[in-house]
């Protein structure tokens, strides 16, 4: 199993990004899959989640209205689009199975300046 995410930069408040996570190793498309974060001194915690078939989502009370999560099956790619990004969203992200969780990618650094 192998998680590979990128698309993290620096900007400036109110911002917008794309991340990218690219699954490859097992059956991706059976996986309800989510997007984590960690930050500076904190725990990692979930961020979004959605379901195998891409139907259902769930977004944490602090991204929700800003961050976006989908998903392309036939690309093995889950995505997480993050608009009017605040100094607080800043963090390692991370992607991985909700129900299954395999090893973590290396994840891919967001900082966001006020």
């Known amino acids: 199993d192998q998680l590979t995410e990128s698309g993290g930069d620096s900007v400036q408040s109110g911002g917008s990004l794309r991340l990218s996570c690219v699954a490859s190793g097992f059956a991706f498309n059976l996986y309800a899959m989510g997007w984590f974060r960690r930050g500076p001194e904190k725990e990692r915690e979930l961020v979004a989640a959605?379901?195998?078939?891409?139907?259902?989502?769930y977004y944490a009370e602090s991204v929700k209205g800003r961050f976006t999560i989908s998903r392309d099956n036939g690309l093995n790619t889950l995505y997480l689009q993050m608009n009017n990004l605040k100094p607080e969203d800043s963090a390692t992200y991370y992607c991985?199975?909700?129900?299954?969780?395999?090893?973590w990618g290396q994840g891919t650094r967001v900082t966001v300046s006020s």
């Open positions: 959605i379901s195998a078939d891409g139907v259902m989502t």
């Open positions: 991985n199975s909700v129900s299954a969780p395999s090893d």
